[in-house]
Nanobody, 120 residues
Framework: QVQLQESGPGLVKPSQTLSLTCTVSGGSITTNYYYWSWIRQPPGKGLEWMGAIAYSGSTYYSPSLKSRTSISRDTSKNQFTLQLSSVTPEDTAVYYC????????????WGQGTQVTVSS
């Protein structure tokens, strides 16, 4: 069974870049047709899909965050990484990594989530 684990700083200062890593175990991030996403949930709000990196290495971003978001991967470590630049307090949220096959709607695997607070 695929397991995901987010890691990174829990506190980021405004204007800095937020960087989180998702470590995948029990499966490969190059598994055919699998897409790996970053999703966040601000306090009191719903889930927001931020972007994804495909098994092929192709990346996809939410239009509203595209200018500030970068997703990359390290296949040797079976990890993928989120970078969100120029953060503001509005970027405070629980950040999740998740994975699914491209032909399914629901995400089949989720990390437990990590709280990131943007504050000076």
């Amino acid at each position: 069974q695929v397991q995901l684990q987010e890691s990174g700083p829990g506190l980021v200062k405004p204007s800095q870049t937020l960087s989180l890593t998702c470590t995948v175990s029990g499966g490969s991030i190059t598994t055919n047709y699998y897409y790996w996403s970053w999703i966040r949930q601000p306090p009191g709000k719903g889930l927001e899909w931020m972007g994804a990196i495909a098994y092929s290495g192709s990346t996809y971003y939410s239009p509203s965050l595209k200018s500030r978001t970068s997703i990359s991967r390290d296949t040797s470590k079976n990890q993928f990484t989120l970078q969100l630049s120029s953060v503001t307090p509005e970027d405070t949220a629980v950040y999740y990594c998740a994975g699914r096959y491209y032909y399914t709607i629901a995400f089949g695997s989720w990390g437990q989530g990590t709280q990131v607070t943007v504050s000076s």
